[in-house]
């Protein structure tokens, strides 16, 4: 059940709580994608990459709800 007008229950919060933690991360995924071409890592940049693009992907279902309705 949604909140009544201009009033936030626990359940708003907790939503509002998940976007803001979404909005960040896809922050955080522009700054490091814009700035990865930038660093000068030699072989170790070739590593670098998968794995952070791993950790991005599990931060971001880690934070989604896939549960169902």
Not at 30 to 59: C, H, R
Request: without cysteine; positive net charge.
């Amino acid at each position: 059940m949604g909140s009544k007008s201009f009033a936030l229950n626990t359940n708003d919060l907790v939503k509002v709580g998940k976007n803001a933690l979404l909005v960040g991360l896809a922050a955080v995924l522009t700054y490091v994608g814009e700035n990865m071409a930038k660093l000068d890592l030699g072989t170790a940049g070739v590593m670098l990459v998968p794995v952070v693009a791993v950790v991005i992907d599990s931060l971001v279902k880690w934070v989604k709800d896939n549960t169902k309705e």
